[in-house]
């Protein structure tokens, strides 16, 4: 069964860098699409960046020139490197999957996508 496993959340100061991970179990990547969500407290959740194998790839508008995400197929697993963070990038980030890597900003908008981690807290203060 897909399962999918984040790390690399903590506390940072604003101006610094994460490096988040998400490994998938249970399936291949060649075929999906996976991205990274997040969801601040009280507020909705919302795609951040995603990327399939069909060069395809979003990035929200907040995110980007700061973020960047890549994939390594072959240990099955998907990074979101963050640079410049600002106190507005905290809350929980989720990585995700979806069955097909069509139509991919549509779903990394919408957050409609099959498989879910657990999440891992970014927090950004000083």
């Known amino acids: 069964q897909m399962r999918l496993v984040e790390s690399g959340g903590g506390l940072v100061q604003p101006g610094g860098s994460l490096r988040l991970s998400c490994v998938v179990s249970g399936a291949s990547l060649d075929d999906y699409g996976i991205g990274w969500f997040r969801q601040a407290p009280g507020k909705e959740r919302e795609g951040v960046s995603c990327i399939s194998r069909l060069d395809d790839s979003y990035y929200q508008d907040s995110v980007k020139e700061r973020f960047t995400i890549a994939t390594d197929t072959k240990k099955r697993t998907v990074y979101l490197v963050m640079n410049s963070l600002k106190p507005e990038d905290t809350g929980v980030y989720y990585c995700?999957?979806?069955?097909?890597?069509?139509?991919?900003?549509?779903?990394?908008?919408?957050?409609?996508?099959?498989?879910w981690g657990t999440g891992t807290l970014v927090n950004v203060s000083a």
């Open positions: 995700a999957v979806d069955a097909s890597p069509l139509r991919l900003a549509m779903k990394c908008r919408s957050g409609r996508m099959d498989y």
